[in-house]
């Protein structure tokens, strides 16, 4: 018997919505812990907006000002350095738990079978990411800042026809000027909320689309489906994971990632200034990081295999591996300035995209996938 | 396969975040009690380095966040990489800069190091603290519910 629902419920029937979307929902009955990476994102949006809007209210946003105002509500507020701590460090959490996210649905070739929109949406999601993450250090104010925000009107400069236009209009002027600051503050805070809307409509169009699971899309274990509450435990655990090591960054180390104010970058933005930095020159820059990301939102078509998982398909799997090894190598050979090496690092990006998956995909014969006729 | 891997980008993160941070040498480097994962400053230390800042260093330096001004010494060990270590070897005569800097006895100098790292980050113990309490609680609220998801089954 159904229990009588109540006032509220009658009228806006939301405990159903939640029973049906997401208590009682069919999801794989073979999803592993690193699939609750996705949650994870949403934690760590959760807290970055929310103390990012408590630090909105500290900041002086003009130049030589910005980082003396968030000094003074670090050391002279109550709580003004964990507020911080959790912007700072929950940005290195989330950066952290969309590289696995990314590195997963690589892996398991959770791009396909009806989920290339879905993956569409996680890189541009990324790709927002990563342009807040740039707005948020250049409103910082520092010296290294304001490197970053000349290096970038250089790139912007260089794109045809708008270029020159959109570069001034983002310094506010030919040069860092009075307003340059403001422009980067209000342009992260504008962004920071409609990253909420971008994930958001992932969300949905990962959860109305083909389910993802370690055997990959539409392989058969997918139809042992289970409710998603049998998940509970999976996702508590990925959170206390996710918490421990969030609270061990901020207590022990919480500049981990952030250079000192006179150079440098934060990490997450590491790959992609070595990236720009193989350019050799600001157009070429924009242009290696653009191709990079687009690249990995048209892996559904770049890969050219039968299954999808990298459990059916070793070698192929292990070239992905090999893929985030690279990348890890490409941003550390930007922290430590040796170009040869971040050359090399960009050159062997584009061949795995390029080459190896479409070569590798098209000519390794998979693994029979169990309980699942070849 | 799920172990390793999550722990790939995890073990590449932390060689990445070893490899940006760490100097080349640390060899012959004074040691700051604070810098360890629970350590806390000295009080003796950070009001002995205060009364020697203020006798020897104050006619040019100032601490304060009122103004930004070029000599303002509040955030110097904020803004520089190994900022204790960098200012205690400014003050043995260790560093090369433009125009002579007085100099300071070892035991002077790391004072002073060690109350400018103080006026960088006047909150590092509080932080420690509290901390340490929250991960003791994620610690047993993880234990917690280890225990209880292992008693029951969901349906």
Sequence with gaps: MK???????????IGAWYRAGWRDAPVPGNLTLVFSAGLMVAVALAVITLSGIWLGLAYVGAPGAAALSIARYTNEVPFGWL??????????????????????????????????????????????????????????GGAGAQRAMLAMARHIAAIPLAGPVVARDFLGGNRIGPTSIAHMAMTHIAIGFLVLLIAMLGYLASRLAPPAHPD??????????????????????????????????????????????????????????GLSQAGRSPGGGVALGVAALVLLGALPWLDRGTVAS????????????????????????TAAGSTGVMIAATIWVFVHFLVVTPLVTLLEVPRPIPGQPA | MKIPLAIIPIMAMTLAMTLATTPASRA??????????????????????????????ARCHAIGLATPQAAAMTLFEARHRNGP???????????????????????????????????????????KRLGAIALSFLIAFGAVGYFAFGTRTPK
């Design chain 1, 3 to 13: 229990p009588h629902p109540g006032w509220l419920e009658a009228r806006l029937p």
């Design chain 1, 83 to 140: 507020v911080f701590d959790l912007h700072r460090d929950g940005v290195t959490m989330l950066f952290g738990v969309v590289y696995l996210g990314l590195l997963r649905g690589m892996y398991y070739g959770s791009y396909r079978g009806g989920r290339e929109l879905a993956w569409i949406l996680e890189v541009a999601r990324f790709a927002v990411f990563l342009g807040l993450g740039f707005f948020g250090f250049a409103m910082s």
């Design chain 1, 216 to 273: 990959g899309v539409g392989a058969a274990t997918a139809r042992k489906m289970v409710p998603q509450r049998t998940y509970t435990a999976q996702i508590f655990t990925a959170f206390v994971v996710f918490a421990l090591i969030f609270a061990a960054i901020v207590t022990v180390a919480p500049a981990l990632g952030y250079p000192p104010h006179v150079a440098g970058v934060p990490w997450y933005l590491l790959v992609f200034d």
């Design chain 1, 310 to 333: 990298g459990r059916y398909r070793p070698i192929y799997a292990a070239f992905v591996l090999l893929f985030a090894l690279d990348v890890t190598v490409l941003g550390v050979a």
């Design chain 2, 28 to 57: 012959a480097e004074p040691h700051f009690g604070f810098e360890g994962w629970f350590g806390t400053y000295n009080r003796a230390e950070v009001q002995a380095g205060a009364r020697l800042f203020h006798d020897n260093c």
């Design chain 2, 85 to 127: 270590v960098l200012v205690y070897r400014i003050l043995r005569g260790r560093v090369a800069l433009p125009v002579a800097h007085p100099l300071l006895p070892p035991g002077a100098a790391h004072d002073v190091a060690t109350y400018l790292a103080w006026t960088a980050d006047p909150t590092l113990d509080r932080r």
